[in-house]
Structures are given as C-alpha cells and as structure tokens.
C-alpha cells in the first residue's frame, strides 16, 4: 500500500475520530499493527490554528510515521494555509475531510456538506494539493443522501486533481452510522479510478475486512469505531490477511498491559486532571466490550479525579478478572 512515496507495512489505517484518534491512541494502534493512524481532524479556520486543543492535536513528538493529519473547512484559501501549517508542524500527509456527518460540522458546510457542491470540491483539492510537498489523501461518504449519491463523480474530481488515495465510508451523509454499508459502491469507486482506494463502514471483524477487500477490490480497509476498546484488531486483521488465521484474542494480562501502558500515555499527554477526563471513554470501550463490569465498580472509576487512583482502580478490577471473581 503506498500512499505517495510513503510504503506502508500494511493496508490497514485507523480512521480519524474526533475526540479519540489523539496521539497515544494513535501510537497504541500503530504498536498492535495498524500500517497508518490518521489525526483528529484539524479545523481550518485561523483563529483556531494556535488553540491549545488544536496543538495538542497536531502534536506529533515520537510518533512513528508516517503522520497523517486530517483538516477540515470550506473555505479553499484557509484550508491551503491549514495544509501548510501542519505540514510545518510534521505532516508527512494531509488528509482532507469530507465524510464526517456531525451537524455541528456540516451546518458551515464542511465536512460531508461538500458533496452538495462539486465545483467547491474541485477548487478545495486544487488549492489544497498545490499548496503543499506532500501527498494529499481525501475522505469522503457515498453522497449527502439517498438521491445525491455522486462518490463517481468525486473520485474522479479527486483524482484529476492530484489526490493520492481516496477513502470512501459506504453511507451518505443522511445514514449518519446507520443502515446497510454500500460496498457496492465502493467497487464502483474503486473500478473508476486508478487512485488507491480505501474502504470504510461497519469492518468490526478480521473476517469482515477481508470480506471488504475481497468483494471491493479496495487497496485497504480503514477502521475506526470498531478500534475503540480493541485496537489490537489490526493485529487480528493482519494475521487472517497474511497467514489464512485470525490471531487469537489476547488474555487478559496482556490486555491489562495494554490499557496500562495506553492509560499511562494518555496522563503524560494531557496531564493529571485531562487525562483521567479523557481515559474514562476509554476504560469503558474496553471494558463494555468485553466483560460485565458491575455498575458500582465503574462508578467508583468514573468519579475519581486523579491519575494513580484511577490507574489503581482499573488494575484492580483485572486482578478480580484473572481471579475468576468478575465474569
């Protein structure tokens, strides 16, 4: 899988989710075997650029690369300068963002709201790609609703004008995450053009992504949702693609280990008291996910608002895992 001179160890990439793909989750998936990680997506608007939030998020010290950083806007001028700015802070990609169906996002008609206008599109990717050194990649859904599918036609414009790759989330904007992912579509898409092409939407399994692969022809599988509370899913993927069998899932110490180390990476990041904020979407994914955690226990995790009793507390309860006194 290349994206521009960029050879990746695999084709499997994690989906840029805001509020969640920050840099120690990043690092974490890249570690249990995803090939790329994409940041949060960025917004393009300048009075933003130097935010704290928006430097966290572009804060890429001793990540492996590549480095991925997605922007999102409307406007071509602003989301050129976005390109640039975070290119001068360690982008190797720019992903440009036209799949995310948030409200709040498509209401200033970012995001998957462009799909309504193709000239925009045109001249955002123009803009974008001439702006920058380095390869520029595109997320787009299948159209704005069930009766503007156009995804053809945005790949094609994608392609024309200098985009590298293309990842395409198999809904419209009106499906939200709902209703039947449209593979179908993605094989077209992937038929149209010469671009690689990424297929995105409901890959929860080893066995569906290479369901995905096989049926659309895509040149990888993109994974977002579905590496919440699981990121060594790319692992799984991974051993099913290369050697006909899914790794098994780890034991439970090794997953203690694991959101050990991540919930230790996210409290050096954002410090004491945001890092406990943040872990706790985590500890959830995690542990909702996979055993029944009673109420009470969980509680007592939410509520504390300090590192080394949040990390004690979480501990604890897979000691009573391993102890068979947790189901």
Same mark, same amino acid.
């Given at each position: 899988?290349?994206?521009?001179p ?8 994690l989906a ?8 120690p989750?990043?690092?974490? #998936?890249?570690k249990?075997g995803?090939?790329? %990680?994409?940041?949060?997506m960025? /917004?393009?608007n300048?009075?933003? *650029?130097?935010h ?9 010290q001793n ?5 991925? $950083?997605?922007i ?10 976005a390109? =640039?700015?975070n $290119?001068a802070r ?9 799949? #995310?169906?948030?409200?709040?996002? #498509?209401?200033?008609a970012?995001g998957?709201?462009l ?8 001249k955002?990717?123009s803009?974008?790609v001439?702006s $920058? ?5 595109? =997320?787009? *859904?299948?159209g704005?609703?069930?009766n503007s ?7 094609k ?5 200098g985009i590298? +790759?293309?990842a395409v989330?198999?809904? %419209?904007? /009106? #499906?939200g995450?709902?209703n ?6 993605? &094989?077209?898409?992937?038929h149209a ?11 929860d399994?080893?066995e ?5 692969l096989?049926?659309?022809? +895509?040149?990888?599988v ?8 699981k990121?060594w899913i790319? &692992?799984?993927?991974q ?14 110490q090794e997953?203690?280990a694991?959101?050990?180390s ?9 410090g004491?008291?945001?890092?406990v ?5 985590h ?10 955690i009673?109420?009470?226990?969980i509680k ?5 608002d300090h590192?080394?009793?949040q990390?004690?507390? $979480?501990?604890?309860v ?5 102890l068979?006194?947790?189901?």
């Open positions: 899988m290349l994206i521009g960029y050879k990746l160890k695999n084709n499997l990439i840029p989710m805001a509020g969640v793909t920050d840099q989750f990043r690092k974490l #998936c890249k249990l995803a090939g790329l %990680t994409v940041s949060e960025v /917004a393009s300048p009075a933003l *650029r130097t704290k939030r928006t430097l966290l998020k572009t804060d890429h990540e492996p690369g590549p480095i991925s $950083v997605q999102l806007g409307a406007d071509p001028l602003q989301m050129a300068e390109a =640039k700015f $290119v360690g982008a190797q990609i720019i992903d440009i963002n036209m799949g #995310c169906p948030a409200k709040k996002v #498509c209401s200033v970012a998957s709201a799909l309504r206008d193709e000239l925009l599109v045109q955002i990717l803009k974008v001439n $920058v050194e380095v390869p520029v990649t595109l =997320k787009i *859904r299948t704005w609703d069930q599918r156009n995804a053809l036609n945005i790949a414009i994608a392609e024309q004008q590298v +790759a293309l989330h198999g809904r %419209t904007r /009106a #499906c995450f709902k039947t992912v449209e593979y179908e579509t993605i &094989r077209k898409v992937k053009v010469n671009i690689p092409i990424i297929a995105n939407g409901d890959i399994s080893a569906k992504a290479k369901t995905v096989q049926f659309t022809g +895509a040149d990888a993109m994974i977002g949702r579905s590496a919440q509370g990121p790319f &692992r799984e993927i051993s099913l693609i290369e050697t006909g069998v899914k790794a098994p899932s780890p034991p439970v997953i203690q694991i959101v050990h991540h919930l230790e990476s996210l409290y050096r990041f954002y004491n008291q945001s890092g904020r943040i872990a706790r979407k500890i959830g994914w995690y542990f909702n996910g996979l055993w029944k009673p109420p009470t226990i007592k995790i939410y509520q504390t590192s080394n009793d990390l004690a507390l $979480v501990m604890n897979f000691q009573q895992l391993k068979g006194q947790i189901a």
